[in-house]
């Protein structure tokens, strides 16, 4: 049945909506797509809906094309399986959690790796039912700190998630590469411009995970890009290429100086500059200061831990990168109260000396790759107003190992060929996954090999966000007057418009409109009898069907128009030959 | 893409469920249609999402025929609407709760009433844009005090609601009248049995209500029909015919007698008969008392009310029925400690002396529509052990209006006709309900009418069971062997069965298949090299796909045999046949 504007439940708004930041947030409630309900929660309007099933569409095809199997595992899921794998309290504030009438704990679905898992281990038993790939395209819930840009971030939000099954590594490898493929299809389909980053791996087996990233300069996502050599890796990601060990036999042994009021890396800079120039005249930098940071962990049991990192001390710890490397614990602000029962910490002034599990402080230290063997830093002496110089790595200190911290920049070097490094922002709309063994493991999923002998499962992951690419194909698709969907994905193929207070332009737009259904196209036909020619077009071009036909002052000469939303161009076509043209322009002919 | 029973996500069971007591339930899970998760809470397997899916389009596309839109409104809805309308506090431990990370209390919407009301009321303000009807496909959450029946009455399930928008009384009759006629043809297209039965009418406004139950022996609802002329209701919605009033000059006065150890029915009819046999003979009974039953009404806003009901004493209040007519406060039992706080009420002897809301109880008293004017009753005396002889309805007492509380049973009398009536069970699959302008007026849904004036907006309220539907079709459709789909449900259109070791059969199997697939038809083949001709035979049967195609034996002699699920019907066809034979059985022809 065709869409009509006279009945059609939509209202189109000619002002952004005062919440609406990005243009795809501002567009879709413009358009009458969605409708907010809640902070992150909205409604899936008649258009909207069409866009959200025909997105759907495309991701179930190329799921099924790699034999992966549809199923619908339930949003309302009992807390046993996520207390199993330890997620009921890694999530913390992060999921939705409810209590039911007989006070049995529940929560709402925020990923279904504890579903899928046990379901493999109800219904199979032997290496024979593998490999498997099955999937759900389901409504999931995330109770996010910041909600935002409209479906970009919601709380309730449609995912495509599947699960791969394999007997072991090889065949994983297979089954990540069988999606990564039909992911290459799946966003080539939905028309915007992405790129596949490296991410992090997991904690246990499998190795590989990639991401595939829509490119917006409003994304939330950083990634950095080789120009040279196509590297490209979200940065929790990235790897800092590690230098050659220096040769320290020609530096100093450390020394202790008084540095009054140097409690950060300027202060310091400053002072040393002033008050020990360099023989050579090259000048003090942050770069030649080592800079300690005390962050507190907190474990998903609760368990509170003080960590250290030694970095640079030109550069910032980046939360993310850090985050990434202590998942599942939480990082949070090493605070005053800390301190203090920490007292061998001199505040400004921590050094190597009192770091470490086997030191003063018992703390554990960990740091920057870049602090290789023989590198000497200017750093804390552990005592306030005093700084040791010529202190070398390997020599006069060590870490407890090394961490991915530190901040990346435009320009470092690129850790598979050297060149300098690009950053750029992205929104993440699908995810690759190798989940190894964690979930078999936790959950005991294991099946007879073919010498009769248990073996864990060894599983992926693969997502795609299902509502959110509705949003950022609208964030790559429009103009200052709207939408331009591309055509797979467009809430109709056609958009007719009578123009005009002539009954013939109704009559004439109706018999198209009821041809062009007779030849299998979807068609919105703007009826309207008082909306001037003037709203009907703004509307068109606010809801961005790609082709529009406008029957109106042309159809006293036997033509319509036929325009193209994108292109902007128009031509007249003899009335008679307006279905062909419009079969044409949709592929349809 | 063909599903191949050698890598399908599936696995049968031999045995019921130790769970499962009805037919569809054990059937659903034996042939891997289902899997429970939770109590009332299941995943859909592959086979299983296809029946969904099917249940859904039949919906999808009756509700599209009568011009009604699809939407999607979100399942986590925020507290404030449905306070607005007092059902936060109706719903009681029925529904869902949860509080989000910033305190703000939300539910897991039962229905959306209110969701489609602001909808309306946000984009629409004009007669203009009425009529109006919307709808979506949805999951849906209900805390079930006894979710049952696996799918039949779940806590997660699939519901298709839809409301109609028009400005006055005889828009909602046709708006009404359009989705009686579409649910009509949905539960035709379904495939089993069911009956429309007069339900409930709203408290306010509209008038209409009726449900689409399914006729089925263990349905959890019961209802009532005439064979004389057709009149069927559920048990909430019968009325009682009321008998004409009675001449009860001839009636002696009301008398108090000794009734020593009286205080059931039972013990006051013997006591009756051996103690004042009548002068004319005829035996006491029970349809001469009346009882007096005082139950505790608990209103949403949690006070507490107790409420007498006077009926007659061969029947018992029936718990839905008093519910329906009381709601939206709950019935409650009237307990030892209410009746220390209430001493006029002698227990077991209580009588319409103390009852009524202006006699010493103070307690609201209703009277079962038969107990008209003139009629005498032998009841209570509000004394221990006496009771009163000879009291006349409307001469000696009277309450504070009727109530059609009183189990309604076999043989009653018809409303319509007088005729004896039947009691049937069935299980609600469709509701339609003038809801009036009870939402509406609730959260203020205005719209300017021709003359420019403000005018309350008149609703309707459709619902259809879509998973409960799945199950009511097995329910209707299996025999001893497995479930037996209706062709436009069935997870496939033919189930391929290739049988016996030689690789012949396995190739001509997997032709066919493809042929198949190349002319449209949905297939599930059969494709085991371990599993026995029985193992394959006893999984199809199982699983119920209406047409099999067995590659097997007769392949040598150049045929396959095409067999009917339902018919048990065989025949042999020549193997460059069975293409055709099997579209002509599947009807593409």
Not at 4 to 27: C, G, I, K, W, Y
Not at 168 to 181: I, K, P, W
Not at 419 to 445: C, P, S
Not at 453 to 464: A, D, E, F, P, Q
């Amino acid at each position: 049945m065709a869409m009509r504007m006279s009945s059609l439940f939509l209202r189109t708004l000619r002002e952004n909506p005062a919440d609406a930041e990005v243009p795809s947030h501002q567009l879709l409630v413009r358009a009458g797509y969605i409708r907010r309900v809640s902070p992150g929660i909205y409604t899936w309007l008649p258009l909207g809906l069409k866009v959200l099933r025909k997105v759907e569409a495309v991701v179930r095809e190329e799921m099924d094309a790699i034999g992966a199997q549809e199923l619908l595992f339930p949003a309302l899921l009992p807390r046993g399986p996520y207390e199993a794998t330890g997620r009921w309290a890694e999530y913390g504030e992060n999921i939705f959690r409810l209590t039911d009438r007989r006070g049995d704990d529940y929560l709402l679905g925020p990923t279904h790796e504890e579903m899928f898992t046990l379901a493999v281990k109800d219904l199979f038993s032997s290496y024979k039912d593998l490999p498997l790939a099955i999937y759900q395209i389901q409504t999931k819930y995330r109770d996010e700190a910041r909600p935002r840009a409209g479906i970009l971030r919601g709380r309730e939000f449609v995912m495509k998630d599947s699960y791969s099954f394999d007997i072991d590594e090889a065949g994983l490898d297979r089954s990540y590469q069988l999606h990564r493929d039909a992911y290459v299809r799946i966003f080539d389909r939905l028309g915007f411009e992405y790129v596949i980053v490296q991410a992090m791996a997991g904690a246990m087996g499998g190795s590989k995970s990639e991401e595939f990233l829509a490119t917006a300069d409003n994304g939330e996502d950083t990634y950095v890009r080789c120009p040279e050599c196509g590297y490209a890796a979200n940065v929790e990601a990235v790897r800092v290429p590690v230098p050659d060990a220096v040769d320290a036999s020609g530096t100093p042994a450390a020394h202790v100086e008084d540095t009054p009021d140097t409690p950060t890396i300027e202060t310091l800079v400053a002072h040393l500059e002033s008050a020990f120039p360099r023989a050579d005249g090259r000048a003090w930098s942050a770069a030649d200061t080592l800079k300690n940071v005390v962050v507190m962990l907190v474990h998903p049991d609760g368990t509170r831990e003080p960590l250290a990192i030694g970095l640079p001390g030109d550069r910032e710890v980046d939360e993310k990168r850090l985050g990434a490397q202590v998942e599942p614990a939480r990082v949070e602000p090493f605070e005053e109260k800390d301190f203090a029962a920490h007292p061998t910490l001199a505040k400004g002034y921590i050094g190597p000396g009192v770091l470490g599990a086997e030191k003063a402080s018992g703390i554990r230290y960990l740091l920057d790759p870049r602090v290789v063997e023989g590198t000497a830093w200017v750093t804390g002496a552990d005592e306030h107003g005093h700084h040791v110089v010529d202190l070398v790595a390997g020599r006069d200190f060590t870490g407890d190992g090394t961490v991915e911290a530190a901040e990346v920049r435009p320009g470092d070097a690129c850790p598979s060929c050297g060149h300098a490094l690009e950053t750029a922002r992205g929104i993440e709309m699908g995810h690759v996954f190798q989940l190894g063994t964690k979930y078999a493991e936790a959950l005991d999923l294991r099946v007879l090999d073919e010498n009769g002998k248990l073996r864990t499962v060894v599983m992926g992951s693969y997502g795609v966000g299902v509502s959110r690419a509705v949003a950022c194909v609208a964030e790559s698709n429009h103009d200052e007057l709207g939408l331009v969907w591309p055509r797979e994905l467009a809430p109709a193929d056609v958009h007719v418009v009578a123009t005009g207070k002539d009954d013939a332009v109704f009559t004439v737009g109706e018999e198209l409109t009821r041809e062009l259904e007779a030849a299998g196209v979807e068609v919105l036909f703007d009826d309207r009898r008082q909306a001037s020619p003037g709203v009907k077009f703004k509307d068109a071009e606010l809801i961005g069907v790609p082709t529009l036909v406008v029957v109106g002052r042309g159809l006293a000469q036997g033509s319509v128009e036929v325009r193209d939303r994108r292109s902007g161009e128009r031509r007249e076509v003899a009335t008679g030959d307006a279905v062909a043209a419009v079969l044409a322009e949709v592929g349809r002919s």
